[in-house]
């Protein structure tokens, strides 16, 4: 409750600072979901994410964006960096890399719906013997939906699954598993360079136990959030955000979660 008051009085406080700015809504992307937009031609976003849970250590991912050329196609990769509390110690380094390719289905940033379906290959560069990683190449597919409810306020759903046929545990032991994810949140353009955000996540993830035995655990978020920009002449946009991610289920938690984003014109399109 004190922190969705902190947030309040902060989105009142932001109708003075920033005021209604004749300038473009921030987009792409949010903290725990995405928004189904494409980047623009020629514009590359550089995505920094930083989240420390109260319970069990840290995570940070390294995002970048690239069209290619244009807005239908969009190639990104995902670095993650984890620093985790198990029971048996505490393991830091490089989980499993991500390649993304994401197709602009519906829509774009200036229509009232966005669809921006995305393929995933999760390279096995993480450590499974230190729970690191998945321990096999892993697929994944996630379709994010956008849509603008009033001007004021924005939705985002997105809903996937992960699939590894050839995942393994920390003693090699291999058995192939499915993850299933869905989230939904709430953006409010208090001001085009000031948002407040509601972001609601639910996994249910499969892990391997033993050899083609598996466990299933189920997880999810509600987490309150805010994020502003700095846009300068040069076309350049610096977007950072704090969200406080908490638990929710079983294995309830507390986070608190940083975003820094830098987007900017890499090249001029054709035209």
Do not use: C
Not at 95 to 111: F, H, K, M, P
Request: charged share 15%; net charge negative.
């Amino acid at each position: 409750m004190k922190v969705v008051i902190i947030i309040s009085v902060l989105a009142l406080a932001a109708q003075f600072v920033f005021g209604q700015e004749s300038e473009p809504p921030i987009q792409d992307n949010s903290f725990l979901l995405e928004e189904a937009y494409n980047q623009e031609p020629g514009v590359v976003q550089h995505i920094n994410s930083f989240q420390w849970f109260r319970k069990s250590g840290w995570a940070y991912t390294f995002t970048q964006e690239w069209p290619v050329p244009g807005i239908k196609h969009q190639l990104s990769y995902t670095i993650p960096i984890l620093d985790v509390d198990f029971e048996k110690g505490k393991v830091t380094g490089l989980s499993d890399i991500a390649l993304n390719y994401r197709y602009q289905l519906v829509g774009n940033g200036d229509t009232k719906l966005a669809i921006a379906p995305r393929f995933s290959v999760l390279l096995p560069t993480g450590n499974e013997l230190r729970d690191l990683g998945l321990g096999g190449t892993g697929f994944q597919f996630d379709f994010p939906l956008s849509l603008v409810l009033t001007p004021k306020l924005v939705a985002h759903s997105n809903a996937g699954f992960l699939y590894a046929p050839h995942a393994k545990n920390d003693l090699e032991e291999e058995a192939s598993i499915v993850s299933f994810n869905a989230g939904q949140s709430f953006v409010w353009l208090v001001s085009m360079r000031f948002n407040v955000m509601l972001e609601t996540t639910f996994a249910s993830i499969q892990s391997v136990t033993g050899k083609n035995q598996t466990d299933r655990l189920s997880s999810g978020f509600i987490s309150p959030g805010i994020r502003w920009a700095y846009n300068f002449s040069n076309g350049l946009q610096i977007v950072p955000g704090i969200a406080f991610p908490i638990g929710i289920g079983p294995e309830t938690d507390r986070s608190v979660f940083l975003y820094l984003s830098f987007e900017h014109t890499m090249w001029k399109p054709h035209h």
